[in-house]
C-alpha cells in the first residue's frame, strides 16, 4: 500500500504551473520549424532561379524536406499536449 501525498491547493497550483511552463518551452520547436520551411522554401526559388531546368528534382527534395521539417513541428506539438494533459 502506497501512501499519496495530500493534494493540497499549493500542490495542485504548481503541478499545473509546471505543467504550462513545460508546454511552452516544448513548443519552441514549432519556431524551428517554420524558420526551417522557410528556408527551405526560400532554397527552392533560389535553386529555381539559377538552374530552372533542373524543377522536377529540385521540388521532389524540396516535397521530402518539407516533410521531415513538419514531422518535427508536429512532435513538439505532441509532446506539448502530452505534458499537459498526461
Known amino acids: ?4 501525498p495530500t493534494k493540497t491547493v499549493f500542490y495542485i497550483t504548481i503541478v499545473t504551473a ?3 511552463i513545460g508546454a511552452g518551452l516544448a513548443t519552441i520547436g514549432l ?3 517554420g524558420a526551417g520551411i522557410g528556408v527551405l522554401f526560400a ?3 533560389h535553386g529555381l532561379a539559377r538552374s530552372p ?3 522536377d528534382l529540385l521540388f521532389r527534395y524540396t516535397i521530402l524536406g518539407f516533410a521531415l521539417t ?4 508536429l512532435l513538439a506539438i505532441m ?3 502530452l505534458i ?3
Open 70 to 73: 513538419e514531422a518535427m513541428g
Open 53 to 55: 531546368y533542373h524543377v
Open 43 to 45: 532554397g527552392l526559388v
Open 84 to 86: 499537459l494533459y498526461a
Open 1 to 4: 500500500m502506497t501512501i499519496e
Open 79 to 81: 509532446m506539448a499536449f
Open 18 to 20: 509546471s505543467k504550462s
Open 31 to 33: 519556431a524551428g520549424a
